[in-house]
């Protein structure tokens, strides 16, 4: 750009004088034209950096690129990693725990877990804080989840070592030997009373034997009670822990006393007509939780398969109450 030139008339000398410019003037004329050259030179530079992609930009990009990659498998994982955890804790409720008799764990408490410290100021500062933190909810959610059935399975071991003990606690035996046995005069159900004659819910089996027939534990535990009890005669009552009680009526001896500890197979009396009864024979029960059950459903030690598929039905067919 052109410099402006100035002159003024001189009279002494009769002649056109040149003016320069200040000193101040020429700073001012020198700064702005630096500051249109700057302006310039920041304007090409910029257009530069707007079409061009610097070695250190490019590294950049690439790591972030890798890094966005690298979390999506992350969080691909994680949820498979939950997937399977939640087969686990189902599989933990409906299986291990039904297996025990133990309560299922619920959810809130599956959850509970560890509680973990998270910077959510500085997560939300990142361009993908929504994919880094459902990385870090998932992996929190699986840290509470395997925490909770590490806490379970400790739980379920020691359950496990008290398996042999509550096997033998367990009703499984029949409490007359097969070879005694003349016949199951009744099963468990809907009978006919034999006295009566009026319809009634049966609440164990008979076993018809001869007098003096010898009676057996069915399982480890301790008598309750071992007495004369009305309709049912001499009757022994054994507690065996797990929920489980067994009951031997009608009996002609009584060879145990209350209190007593005795262990399956151990002899606790001998089979009789003693109460509402018919005929020698052996009236047994086996309760859990106080509710009668099947007891047929529970000679799964001395029967075979064969065996035990006839006694179910010779059980479901047997109608003759003897008591």
Same mark, same amino acid.
């Given at each position: ?9 001189? #009279?002494? +000398? ?23 050259? #700057? ?8 257009? !530069? ?202 009996? +002609? ?28 024979? !052996? ?41």
């Amino acid at each position: 750009m052109s410099q402006k030139t100035f002159y003024r008339y001189n #009279a002494i +000398s009769g002649q056109y004088e040149r003016v320069y410019p200040s000193a101040r003037r020429r700073v001012i004329i020198v700064a702005r034209q630096f500051g249109w050259v #700057a302006a310039v030179v920041i304007g090409v530079i910029a257009i !530069l950096f707007s079409l061009m992609e610097f070695p250190r930009e490019r590294r950049l990009r690439q790591q972030n690129e890798q890094l966005t990659a690298r979390l999506e498998v992350l969080n691909r994982r994680a949820d498979e990693a939950l997937a399977v955890m939640e087969d686990i804790a189902e599989r933990d409720n409906n299986f291990y725990r039904v297996v025990m008799q133990a309560e299922p764990l619920s959810r809130t408490r599956r959850l509970a877990g560890i509680e973990r410290q998270r910077n959510f100021d500085r997560l939300d500062s990142l361009d993908d804080y929504r994919l880094v933190n459902s990385v870090d909810n998932k992996l929190a959610q699986l840290d509470g989840m395997l925490y909770a059935q590490i806490k379970s399975f400790d739980f379920l071991a020691g359950e496990v070592s008290q398996q042999k003990d509550r096997i033998a606690h367990t009703p499984a035996i029949q409490p007359v030997p097969e070879k005694f046995l003349r016949t199951m005069a009744s099963g468990y159900g809907v009978r006919v009373d034999p006295v009566y004659g009026t319809s009634k819910f049966h609440e164990g089996m008979d076993f018809s034997a001869p007098p003096g027939t010898p009676v057996y534990a069915t399982a480890d535990g301790t008598v309750a009670s071992a007495s004369w009890q009305g309709a049912y005669g001499n009757l022994i009552e054994i507690r065996h822990g797990y929920n489980y009680t067994t009951r031997y009526a009608h009996l +002609s001896k009584i060879n145990v006393q209350p209190g007593q500890t005795v262990h399956r197979g151990d002899l606790i009396g001998a089979v009789g007509n003693t109460g509402k009864s018919t005929g020698p024979h !052996l009236h047994y029960e086996v309760r859990f939780k106080g509710i009668p059950q099947n007891p047929v459903h529970y000679y799964f030690f001395d029967l075979s398969p064969e065996q035990y598929d006839e006694i179910i039905q010779v059980a479901e067919n047997a109608g003759h109450v003897m008591d």
